[in-house]
């Protein structure tokens, strides 16, 4: 299950990778009062009856788990926004994309760990994909911008061990002067 919000955005892109998007936007931005989070992807979007069972606890499209039918993303979304008094919300056209956001309450006793939101970000900028990934990470209103297309000009295969830990270093201080120590 996912221990914390950064592995539920995680599964989120995912998702996005595996509708074969070559354009994915991730973006985060965190206030005291509120977590808004939107993943908006180019990939081959969802019939409006695939979305209605993607809400579903007891869906996935069977073809990723052969013995599991279940998906875990947009249930576990659902399902915390409404024990958390949040909102979430998807839009999909087939053939055109598909947009997931959400708003959460990071007060509530009931909402997982934020979790580590570098770690995330290594995770789905290394992840085997060809095309665009851009994140935006806000909080408070400060915030930074890195995207994959710039990522790999500046430092090559990012999966290359050097580029990976120049990688996690540059994404670790644009968190660093986001956050108030
Ligand atoms: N961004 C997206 N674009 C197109 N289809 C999507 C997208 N996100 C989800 N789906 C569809 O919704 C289904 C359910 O997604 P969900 O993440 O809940 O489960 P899963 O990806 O099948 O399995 P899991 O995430 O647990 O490994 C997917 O199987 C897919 O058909
Ligand atoms: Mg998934």
């Not at 909102?87 to 708003?103: K, M, N, P, R």
Request: glycine fraction near 8%; aromatic fraction near 8%.
């Amino acid at each position: 299950m996912h221990a914390t919000i950064c592995d539920l955005i995680t599964d989120l892109v995912q998702n996005s990778f595996e509708a074969d998007a070559t354009e994915i936007t991730l973006s985060v931005k965190e206030t005291e009062k509120n977590l808004n989070v939107v993943i908006a992807d180019n990939g081959k979007g969802m019939s409006a009856e695939t979305l209605e069972k993607a809400k579903d606890p007891f869906y996935s499209d069977g073809r990723k788990h052969k013995h599991r039918k279940v998906g875990l993303g947009l249930p576990f979304l659902f399902q915390t926004a409404e024990m958390t008094g949040g909102t979430a919300a998807i839009e999909s056209e087939e053939g055109i994309g598909t947009t997931v956001s959400f708003d959460l309450d990071p007060a509530n006793v009931d909402l997982p760990m934020f979790g580590n939101f570098t770690t995330a970000a290594v995770t789905l900028m290394t992840y085997g994909f060809n095309g665009n990934l851009k994140i935006e990470h806000s909080v408070n209103g400060r915030g930074y911008e890195i995207s994959r297309k710039e990522l790999r000009e500046a430092l090559g295969d990012l999966n290359e061990l050097e580029s990976l830990t120049l990688l996690k270093e540059f994404i670790k201080g644009n968190e660093e002067d986001i956050l108030d120590f």
